[in-house]
Each structure stands twice: as structure tokens, then as C-alpha cells.
């Protein structure tokens, strides 16, 4: 007995609760950011992690704090120096292996509870991010092949009306409207107009080049094509402009919700491993307290030298559930 109570001292067993706790607060935290929840399911399974787990947190202090004032109180130490003094009393016997029984049922609930809270957290679907992921990925492919998309009609537009701006100004410079009544001159029109070596002439020349470029980007103008039409083409392809950068804008912030629903996803794998790491925390806490449990109900308890043994395991066990009670106090 007095080997077992040496193997059980405080500075050699104490409580590790460390992952129990850090599962705890990596759930709760994770559900009170409220990244996750513009995915529903994910979301919802996150919350019941960690309502779960901070109930399971709270009931393990509560156990432990019961557990502590029952050792605290139970005078096991008095009874031993009262037997010290007047010998092996049966009455005193009697009161410390009752004394001993109820440290034992307290035991017997503090470990019920915490195996109750391993099996019902197993019983919790884990987290499974791989559907959102999945379909995510795929929007995102969509959402950036449709940027890319914009992107380019944007460009074709801005150059179709650049070329239109050129070819304005320069028939403007010409004085188009009053020389050809608005309408767009051919190439030879052009020609005839320019002197050789005026002014006319190279702005004659400018006229025609962007006519040229103009349409190359346009396509053939028809004869009937007019200044004035010019410029209702300029504005509808601003109008289009206008509409598709709103788009590509639109179609930006949603590829970054898109990308930021991807990055807390990332989370949840984290999450995941906790979760077992809590699992197995659990399952060596119950165990522990089971050892403690096993010296207890095996000590004979009818002698002093017995009795001493119960009195050092109480204050390993005390020692115990108060680191218990201290770690989960500052996890929280």
C-alpha cells in the first residue's frame, strides 16, 4: 500500500487536462468568431462541439470541487491520531472505513461523469468540412475563370472606345459636321480634302489613320455611318464598360467571401485532430482517478499503519482534484 500511495504522489501524478481544456476553448472560440457560419451544417456542428465541451468542463469542476471538500472535510487525519492515542478502537475503525466509503461514492461519480463525457462526445458527429470544401473549390474555379473572363471584355472595350475617342477628335478637327454634314468621310473624301503640306493635310491624314483603327476594332462602317452615330457608340460602349467593371467588382467580393470561407476551413481539421486528442484525455483522466479508486477499496483499513496509508492517498487524491479544479479555473 505505502509503495502504491509513493507512486501516486503529487509531484508524480498530476492531472493532465491540458488537451481536454484546449479542445474546450479552440470549439468555443471558433463558434463565438462565427466564421463558419455561412456554412449551416459546419456551423451548427461547431456549436454543439463546444456547448457540449463547456458543459463537460463545467461538470468536471463541479465534480472535482465536491470531491475536494469531501477529502477536505473528512477528517481522516483526526481519526488516525485518535487511534494513535487510545489504540485500535473498533468505533474509530468503523468511522474511517465510512469516511472511506463516502470518499469511494464521490470517486465513483466523478468517474462515471467524465467516461459519460467521452462516450457522449464520441455520440457528437465530428466536424466534416470536406462538402463545403469541395463545392467551394469549384466556385472558386467558377468565380475566378469569370474575372478573368470580364477582365478581357473589359480591355476589348476600353480599346474599342479609345479608338472611338481617336477617331472623334479627329474628325471634330476637321470640322466634320460642316464639311460632310456629320457624315463620315470615305478615304478619298479625305484625300481631297488635304492641300499638300498644309495643315489640313495632316490632320486629313490623322482622320483617316483612326478611321482605320477604328475600325478594326468596330468592323467595316457602313456609308451611312454618321458623327453623330460615333458618338452614340461611344456611349453605349461606356454604359458597357460601366456595367461590366460593376460586375467584375460584384464578382470580386464574392470571390473573396468565397476565399475567406476556404481559409476557415482550415480550421476545421485542427479542430478535428483536437477533438480526438480530447477523446484520449479524457479516457487516461478517467483512468487515473480509477487507479486512485482501486487503492482505496483495496486497502484493508484495520490497522494504524492501514490507516496512515488512507490518510497520505486522501491527501494525493486532495492534492489532485485541487490541480484539477486550479487548471480548469484558468482555462476559462
Not at 208 to 228: I, P, V
Request: proline share 3%; aromatic share 4%.
Amino acid at each position: 500500500m505505502n509503495a502504491k500511495v509513493s507512486y501516486l504522489s503529487p509531484s508524480s501524478q498530476q492531472p493532465k487536462l491540458d488537451e481536454i481544456l484546449l479542445t474546450a476553448r479552440a470549439f468555443l472560440l471558433e463558434w463565438q468568431q462565427g466564421n463558419l457560419k455561412p456554412l449551416p451544417a459546419l456551423y451548427e456542428s461547431i456549436e454543439r462541439h463546444a456547448k457540449f465541451l463547456n458543459s463537460a468542463t463545467e461538470r468536471m469542476a463541479t465534480q472535482a470541487l465536491r470531491m475536494e471538500a469531501e477529502l477536505h472535510a473528512s477528517g481522516m487525519e483526526d481519526i488516525v491520531d485518535a487511534i494513535e492515542d487510545i489504540g485500535e478502537d473498533p468505533e474509530l475503525l468503523l468511522i474511517a472505513q465510512e469516511t472511506t466509503n463516502k470518499v469511494l461514492s464521490n470517486l465513483t461519480l466523478q468517474i462515471r461523469g467524465i467516461k459519460n463525457a467521452s462516450i457522449d462526445l464520441s455520440g457528437l458527429s465530428a466536424p466534416d468540412a470536406s462538402r463545403d470544401e469541395a463545392r467551394l473549390l469549384r466556385q472558386q474555379m467558377e468565380l475566378e475563370t469569370t474575372s478573368a473572363v470580364l477582365k478581357a471584355e473589359i480591355d476589348a472595350e476600353s480599346s474599342k472606345i479609345e479608338a472611338l475617342h481617336t477617331a472623334l477628335k479627329a474628325l471634330e478637327a476637321i470640322d466634320v459636321e460642316i464639311k460632310f454634314d456629320g457624315q463620315v468621310p470615305t478615304p478619298e473624301q479625305l484625300a481631297a480634302l488635304a492641300v499638300p503640306g498644309g495643315q489640313i493635310a495632316l490632320l486629313s491624314e490623322a482622320a483617316a489613320q483612326a478611321l482605320k483603327d477604328l475600325e478594326k476594332t468596330l468592323g467595316k462602317l457602313s456609308s451611312d455611318f454618321n458623327y453623330s452615330r460615333l458618338q452614340a457608340e461611344r456611349r453605349q460602349l461606356a454604359l458597357r464598360l460601366r456595367t461590366l467593371q460593376q460586375n467584375l467588382t460584384a464578382n470580386g467580393r464574392n470571390l473573396a467571401v468565397c476565399r475567406q470561407q476556404l481559409k476557415a476551413l482550415e480550421h476545421v481539421p485542427v479542430l478535428v485532430a483536437q477533438r480526438k486528442a480530447c477523446l484520449i484525455a479524457l479516457n487516461v483522466l478517467a483512468l487515473a482517478l480509477e487507479s486512485f479508486f482501486n487503492l482505496l477499496k483495496n486497502a484493508p483499513g484495520k490497522r494504524i499503519e492501514d490507516l496512515r496509508a488512507i490518510d497520505a492517498l486522501f491527501k494525493v487524491l486532495l492534492a489532485y482534484q485541487r490541480s484539477m479544479i486550479k487548471q480548469i479555473s484558468n482555462a476559462f
